[in-house]
């Protein structure tokens, strides 16, 4: 007979006592919650008694909501960090995405919060257990980190940085630079327009942008002076086309996320000995799914936990626990839609979301049209 699963230890620090009083009585004996006014109170309560997650609005009654993110993530790394937009502005959440698990908008269902906080603690599990650690070792010299966009994108993260000093960065490395112009030209990014600085195609794509076509090219273009693998070649046009239409499907301060996720979420397919996830394995075949080596070496990489989880579960969208179109499920959309993913059609109609279909399709056909007609 199962153990009883033990409930989960939420600390809400700044949520709205009726916000927090329905969600109590909702979640019943499946969680506990702690409440905090403001960051000392809640940093004191971690200090006292271990959390699984941390439910923060961006005001605090002392200190900021991301800040306390921040301090989490440095220092209680094990806990799930959540932030909850509670007045529909981007800005919040645009600043927090590199400390931050899961975005959240209220009203919070009580089902759908226990199964996307389960869903990190699973993957959590699954990426840290030995099985896929021995797994990866077994495919031989992983890539390195993408330093030159990493610090890009902590850099743009700024609001007030210049697009003078993000020129500047990326003009540190010639062959970087080469690459963010030739991208900035391409048929997918010109408009049709000719741009021959760094400078205008720092401003003419703007930081979000920008910092996905670094990303794009330093991951997936062989930024070094070698001849570009056709392969890889091919699977950074996908990845882009993908990054671009997640961003539409999702709008709001969750559209930069699930573009980047989308963009990242094939990064597995350039290591050797992985298979499709959605192939089984035959007898005694242990090798990884792409999508499990592609979470495995973000997450070496030191990226935001929301693009691994992305990175891992595009293919099968429904272990995500999210509701509705998520960030998972924009970047399986984004992918099934570039042509190299199945459509979960059980997950689409679960969701509800089988009605969106012919607009996704026509939001597919309008960017590849956009992108035609810059080419000619």
Known sequence: MDAPIPPLRLLFAGIDARLADALAASLGARASLHRAAGAAEA?????ESPFDAAIVQPRLAEGSGNALLGLLKRDQP????CL????????????ALENVHRLLEPPLDADA???????????????????????IGRVGRLPPPPALSLDLMRRTEDPDVSAREVAALVEGDPALAAKVLRLCNSAMYSGGRRIDDIH???????????????LAGEVFGGLRGRDADPAHEALRERSLQASKLAARLLPGPRADRAATAALLAGVGRLLPDVRLP????????ERPTYAEAGAYLLALWGLPQ?????????PAPGLAGESGLGVVGACHVAWALVGDVPLDEAWLSRQGLDAARSGWHALAAELAVETA????
């Open 113 to 135: 919060l226990l199964a996307g906080l389960g869903a990190v603690l699973a993957l959590r599990e699954r990426l840290e257990g030995p099985r896929l650690a021995e797994a």
């Open 84 to 95: 909850l937009l509670d007045d529909g502005r981007d800005a919040p959440g645009l600043a």
């Open 78 to 81: 094990r806990v799930i960090r």
């Open 200 to 214: 205008t195609a720092v401003v003419w794509l703007g930081n979000l942008t920008l910092r996905r076509l670094v």
């Open 373 to 376: 007609g810059a080419a000619d």
């Open 43 to 47: 940093l004191a309560a971690l200090r």
């Open 278 to 285: 959605w192939t089984p394995p035959g007898d005694g075949d």
């Open 306 to 314: 929301g693009l691994v989880e992305a990175c891992a579960l595009h």
